[in-house]
């Protein structure tokens, strides 16, 4: 039997390439791990070594009653972990485990199914789903035990029913309430996003919407479902790689059955999974845009012997022309900028370039290339 698993990142690929993937998946047997999924041995995470951590929590039910305390939390929060928990984020818990189970559901089909997709990320205009896993262009680490289904909705101002219905229905089993369920869950996670973005710019002493008006109108969304198949042999590699994530926030949600580990300090830390919240972390955008206050956390996944797991990423950032420069309201001379001017496209090029030529072959991180943006 082969194994769920395979190998890809990029959104744009050649049909060459694509045979690859369906050779190699045919080739990986569930009682083994490819030589090229292992990760170096002093790479691998030991279990014993990690404590669980439970993160600042961001409860937004106080946005009104409680808005100067929720502030201070999100600064203390971005500025130290980099990373959160939400609650009272406004989407039903109803809604998020139907978008979990339609999700899973995606994985479970045959690998036929699955590999139909696997071209689809060459969809212009930037809107359109692709199934992948990690990167096996980019020989910089060993493999994810991972794989992925993304869609691709564009701008938050730009969306309506119709980009909706038709990213949606590229997955062929995608059906009405499946759409509907993914047009609530956007407005969910937008309506969340944007009270953080609010809490965000009060954070920093800035004018309400100064983060969350980019964010939420022009910036961009793509939805991200991680799937970890259970591994016979978890210790010898790793759902994600240590990396930061090159775009502005995430709001993920995890199952029950955790994995995720982020940094602090050089040590790493498991993430418990807290049913009906939301993790959100900081990316690399807003660290830039926060002239370096809020951190973009390091993290990463462990995988398991005995049970899959599933993750969802709403994943938002700022696109093209949209400036990553922070304000000057941040700046003065206690306080010089610490990046270069430059707008989502300039940084998207750094990160690309530096993901393919990077020295240090086991992180994808803004740690690689934020020297080079140095102002
Ligand atoms: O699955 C997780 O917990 C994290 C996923 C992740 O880091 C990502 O999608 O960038
Ligand atoms: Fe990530």
């Known amino acids: 039997m082969t194994i769920k698993v395979l190998a890809f990142q990029k959104t744009e690929m050649s049909k060459e390439l694509g045979s690859v993937l369906t050779e190699k998946l045919r080739d990986l047997r569930i009682d083994g791990v490819p030589e090229d999924m292992k990760v170096p041995e002093e790479d691998r995470p ?45 989407v039903p818990s109803g809604l998020m485990k139907e978008v979990q189970e339609e999700g899973l559901k995606f994985f479970l089909q045959s690998e036929e199914a699955k590999l139909k997709l696997l071209t689809r990320g060459k969809l212009g205009a930037g809107k359109g ?69 609010q809490l965000a710019s009060e954070s920093l002493g800035l004018k309400t919407d100064f983060f ?28 994600a790689h240590s990396h930061t994530d090159p775009t502005l926030l995430t709001v993920l949600q995890q199952d029950k059955v955790g994995g995720l580990q982020v940094e602090r300090d050089g040590r790493w830390y498991n993430v418990k999974p807290v049913e009906d ?19 973009s956390v390091l993290h990463r996944v462990l995988v398991n012997k005995e049970v899959p797991r599933l993750s969802i990423a709403s994943i ?40 393919s030529s990077g020295s240090d072959t086991k992180v994808f991180s803004g740690f690689n290339y934020f020297d080079t943006l140095k102002a």
């Open 212 to 239: 969350s008006s980019p964010t939420v109108e022009t910036g961009n969304i793509v939805i991200r479902w991680n799937y970890y198949p259970a591994c016979p042999l978890p210790d010898d590699v790793l759902g």
């Open 277 to 295: 919240t939301f993790t959100v972390n900081i990316s690399d955008q807003f660290h830039i845009w926060s002239n370096g206050i809020f951190k």
């Open 129 to 197: 789903s692709y199934y992948t896993g990690n990167n096996i262009e980019e020989k910089r680490h060993s493999l994810h035990w991972a794989e992925s289904y993304v869609m691709w909705f564009g701008q938050w101002c730009a969306l309506d029913p119709t980009i909706i219905d038709r990213v949606t229905s590229e997955w062929k089993t995608a059906d009405d309430r499946f759409r509907t369920a993914m047009s609530e869950y956007l407005t969910g996670v937008r309506a969340a996003a944007k009270q953080l973005s």
């Open 46 to 90: 030991v279990e014993a070594e990690f404590e669980s951590i439970d993160l600042p929590l961001i409860d937004l039910s106080l946005m009104n009653s409680d808005r100067a305390g929720l502030v201070k939390k999100f600064r203390e929060a971005a500025s130290t972990w980099g990373i959160f928990r939400v609650t009272n984020h406004g």
């Open 316 to 355: 938002l950032s700022l696109t093209g022309s949209q400036s990553l420069c922070p304000p000057s309201e941040l700046i003065d001379e206690n306080h010089p900028r610490v990046y270069k001017d430059m707008n989502a496209q300039e940084h998207s090029e750094v990160v690309i370039k530096s993901r």
